[in-house]
């Protein structure tokens, strides 16, 4: 959250965390933490009050984007000494979404070994909220249907159409990926809010969200989605015992000597124990998850093997922390078709490290 601004009677501005902590109702108030800390704007002020006042409550679910949750769980056991489960005995869930949970699941259960702990993605924005988990075995979220917005969707291949095709719920099929435009009684018309999804049921309508269409890498045609590099990595952290705080990856184009290649910055919890082991596993992956990636790999007359490059502990943290980026509301990019995100992050290490 950051701080509301008021411009007028009435009239507030802010990001839309902290709006919604502003217009709380009372009762949904006494149970989280005080609006006073939530809407500090200084983020290093704020996380250092809320493990203040973490430390000494009863906390028994946590709401928020993994990767900033833990930021905070990491201070709170680090100034305590305790784990989270001496600290929050009653703990029982945690509702988490903006990013996939997938990278940030072991930190968590192992910063949170207890048996009755639970953990639910979420599929909401600021502009909506469209999705739960549906069961807790399974990472398929529900579409809600009933909370006042109308979906329509736009099928991959159309997605950089002016005018592209769009279907109505009645006229998805299950393994599609498709772009999701929404129409909402807060004043939203035919919006496209930038994700991916693809169903895995529509009896009930059950989905996973795919990526972003503007993350995603296809420099050679590959066609490289979030999904496939989050399944990708662990495979490659599970083969050799590594753990992922942060990554991004971006293309890096043919030149007059080199085929193109795809670049990945890695902040790593626990290094892999073989580095090119690592790299082998995660390009072998990719070429078992993606047909278009295996063809261009294909003696590599397109594509050459991934590069890996290891950043330094709470790299990314730090980045963002230049940029003036800190909070829930900011995320790392995973993947970019261009050199943007990943060119000022090699800039960065150069000045600082």
């Not at 919890?269 to 261009?296: C, G, H, I, Q, V």
């Amino acid at each position: 959250s950051q701080q509301v601004n008021t411009i007028g009677k009435g009239i507030f501005t802010g990001d839309i965390s902290a709006v919604l902590v502003k217009n709380l109702p009372w009762w949904a108030k006494r149970r989280r933490t005080p609006e006073e800390i939530s809407l500090i704007p200084e983020w290093d002020v704020k996380l250092q009050k809320l493990t203040d006042y973490a430390i000494n409550a009863d906390i028994r679910s946590l709401i928020g984007v993994p990767s900033w949750m833990l930021v905070l769980l990491k201070k709170i056991t680090k100034d305590t000494g305790q784990s989270i489960t001496d600290i929050w005995p009653n703990l029982e869930v945690f509702y988490h979404g903006g990013v996939s949970f997938a990278p940030y699941r072991e930190q968590f259960e192992k910063l949170i070994p207890s048996p009755k702990m639970n953990y639910w993605e979420t599929y909401n924005a600021s502009e909506g909220f469209f999705g739960i988990q549906y069961t807790p075995n399974s990472s398929d979220m529900l579409l809600l249907l009933d909370n006042e917005v109308f979906y329509e969707f736009i099928p991959n291949g159309q997605w950089d159409k002016d005018n592209p095709e769009t279907l109505t719920l009645n006229e998805v099929e299950v393994g599609v990926k498709y772009a999701m435009l929404i129409t909402t009684s807060g004043g939203l018309w035919r919006y496209l809010i930038g994700d991916t999804i693809e169903f895995t049921s529509l009896e009930p309508h059950l989905f996973k969200i795919a990526g972003r269409i503007k993350h995603f890498i296809n420099a050679f045609g590959e066609e490289l989605m979030i999904n496939n590099a989050e399944d990708a990595l662990q495979e490659a952290c599970r083969a050799t015992g590594a753990k992922i705080t942060e990554y991004t990856a971006a293309p890096v184009f043919f030149d007059d000597n080199n085929n193109g290649a795809h670049e990945w910055l890695i902040e790593f919890e626990t290094p892999p124990s073989d580095l090119e082991l690592f790299r082998n596993e995660l390009d072998s992956s990719l070429k078992s998850l993606n047909s278009d990636y295996e063809a261009k790999r294909s003696f590599g007359l397109s594509l050459r093997m991934p590069i890996v490059k290891v950043m330094p502990r709470n790299f990314f943290y730090k980045w963002l922390e230049s940029k003036e980026r800190m909070g829930g509301q900011n995320k790392v990019p995973r993947l970019a078709n261009n050199r943007e995100y990943v060119d000022s992050l090699l800039e960065f290490l150069s000045q600082k490290y």
